[in-house]
């Protein structure tokens, strides 16, 4: 597929805004992405951090208050005495641990709850009349699972707080008390709300696809996301095992921290799609700058292009118009560069070649003239040379009322043959046939009933233009080389015309000597004697059908011995209107 210049050039320029601006936006963009995938990695961990530092202080608080309550002397009196001898004072020595353990709740507003189940199995808390209550609390399974712990926090579970049931976690502690011999544990349990642990994640959570907490145990204690997709928490527990706190593929960053007591770890996934999609508004935002530039390069360039274009595309204009022959085609460029010089040439070029043209059509006229003429000129002597023979034949012989009417025929015919221009170079067949028929009668009177002519021609096609003087040569040709050297009393020559598809056929045909013709085709070519004369007169027929006619014209000869000779001359049809 053709495209124009100005097209090409269009599209080169756009194809190297384009490539240019696409190239460099690539690397930006994938720079950019760097840039931020690193820092983000880095806010996330401090993120991360921080929130370990705050469930830090949670679980520093609730273990400062385990060691307060474990080594105060007056709560391990008062749940390790002997008991009371009356109802009396075993109410006063709870509600004494009671008021107690309240002061220890008071001070940290995330604590629920402080249990004491000393090796008896009966419970103190900062909550009285609940006993039946924390018989069953204490029969859960969270409280089961960490019983042969030394000390660590449950996964989250209900209690039955004042208000209703709430959310906890559940710091247990296995003790001794210091100064009391026992053989049996006691447990410390510590009801930490739920919410206190929830709060700390409620300002990162955003940041993160999904964001979880585990205890040293593995229980899940905070998770972000509930609906997690099951792909995405495959991918953090295999990713992020025990000694991994980094993991990436092509759409999730997986991080861990476990700067946290008691076995804590964080984990936190991003997602890539979230994380740049700042920087995708960029980069749409970029391949827009691309398009404006790709359009601004077009409108700066486009003027300039067609300045370029347009004096190019008028030489091509003039170069069709030349190429199809209108030599008076000229431009007119008026561009003060290369291309006002180019057209100027091209003008110049174009004036010399129509002079050259022009001058070798005249030159090439000149020849072909000067080449009829020649060949007139050869075939008028040798007519009159055989006629003149006649006429000198009759003198001798001292018949001149034949030797006048022959020299009377004779004039006729070169009467009739004295043209000029395209009239000494062509006739209509039937000016012809009136030349064949005189120069019958001179040959008659030569050779006295040796011949007769016979015509078979429509008469539709006397008006054919045919080269002058061409059916004459052929006539001679048949008395002289076929009819008189035969044995034959009397001769026959028959001359035909006829349309045979896109040829004008003409045809001389005599019933002679005939002779052998070469197996490679015939061609006509001088000789010496009679052979010469009728090669002279074949020769020049055949020169003066391609001159006049071209490759299309040609004389056709077919003969065997002693079955006569065919001569017959194909005309193109459309040239002899």
């Known amino acids: 597929m053709r495209m124009k210049i100005r097209t090409k050039i269009m599209a080169s320029a756009a194809l190297v805004v384009s490539l240019s601006l696409a190239v460099s ?11 931020i995938r690193d820092q983000s990695i880095k806010d996330s961990r401090t993120k991360l951090a921080q929130i370990s530092f705050q469930l830090g202080k949670i679980q520093e608080q609730v273990a400062k208050t385990a060691e307060y309550i474990v080594s105060d002397e007056e709560i391990t009196s008062q749940v390790y005495a002997q008991p009371g001898d009356s109802i009396e004072t075993e109410y006063f020595r709870k509600q004494a641990v009671q008021e107690k353990l309240g002061r220890f709740v008071a001070l940290g507003n995330f604590i629920l ?26 029969k859960q399974d969270w409280f089961a699972k960490l019983s042969r712990e030394r000390s660590a926090y449950s996964e989250p579970h209900s209690f039955f707080y004042i208000s209703g049931q709430r959310q906890v976690v559940s710091y247990v502690l296995k003790y001794r008390p210091i100064g009391i011999s026992s053989s049996a544990d006691s447990f410390l349990v510590i009801d930490v709300a739920y919410s206190e642990l929830s709060n700390v994640f409620l300002q990162t959570a955003r940041d993160f696809e999904q964001i979880e907490l585990y205890s ?21 527990a295999s990713a992020l ?44 935002f ?39 022959g209108d030599l008076g085609t000229t431009v007119d460029i008026r561009s003060g560069d290369e ?52 006429v000198i034949y009759l003198s001798h012989a001292g018949r001149s009322a034949e030797a006048a009417e022959v020299t009377q025929a004779l004039i006729a015919i070169l009467q009739d043959t004295i043209k000029t221009g395209e009239g000494a170079v062509r006739a209509p067949l039937a000016d012809e046939k009136r030349i064949v028929d005189k120069y019958a009668v001179i040959q008659q009177t030569r050779y006295p009933g040796r011949f007769r002519l016979i015509w078979e021609v429509d008469e539709s096609l006397l008006s054919r233009s045919v080269p002058r003087m061409a059916l004459q040569p052929l006539v ?57 004369t009728r090669g002279i007169g074949l020769s020049n027929i055949q020169e003066r059908l391609r001159s006049h006619f071209g490759a299309a014209a040609r004389l056709e000869v077919e ?13 193109p049809w459309t040239g002899t209107g």
């Open 476 to 532: 001679e040709n048949a008395i002289l080389h076929g009819i008189v050297p035969s044995d034959a009393d009397t001769g026959t020559i028959a001359l035909r015309a006829y349309r045979d598809g896109p040829d004008l056929c003409l045809e001389v045909e005599d019933d002679g000597l005939g002779m052998t013709l070469p197996a490679t085709g015939w061609l006509p070519r001088g000789g010496t004697g009679h052979e010469r």
């Open 113 to 138: 709850n402080v249990l004491i189940v000393p090796p008896g199995g009966e419970t103190y808390s900062n909550f009285s009349g609940y006993e039946d209550y924390f018989a069953d609390y204490l």
């Open 339 to 390: 291309l006002e010089i180019l057209g100027g040439g091209f003008n110049r070029m174009v004036g010399d070649l129509k002079e050259t043209i022009q001058a070798s059509v005249r030159s090439e006229a000149d020849k072909r003239q000067m080449q009829i003429d020649l060949l007139m000129a050869q075939i008028n002597p040798h007519f009159l040379y055989n006629a003149l023979n006649t």
């Open 559 to 571: 003969s065997e011995p002693g079955r006569g000779t065919l001569a017959r001359i194909r005309l």
């Open 286 to 324: 970029y391949v827009l700058i691309i398009l404006c530039g790709i359009v601004a390069s077009t409108v700066v360039m486009l003027p300039i292009i067609v300045g370029l274009t347009r004096p190019l595309i008028r030489l091509t204009n003039a170069m069709k118009r030349v190429a199809v």
């Open 241 to 284: 095992g025990p000694n991994a706190d980094y993991a990436e593929d092509d759409s999730r960053i997986a991080l861990a921290d476990d700067g946290m007591n008691y076995g804590w770890r964080q984990t936190a996934l991003i997602s890539k799609h979230a994380l740049f999609e700042k920087i995708n508004r960029i980069f749409y």
């Open 25 to 35: 936006g690539f690397f930006i963009y994938d720079y950019a992405r760097n840039i």
């Open 216 to 236: 040293g145990q593995g229980a899940l204690l905070y998770a972000a996301n509930e609906e997690l997709p099951a792909a995405d928490r495959e991918f953090m």
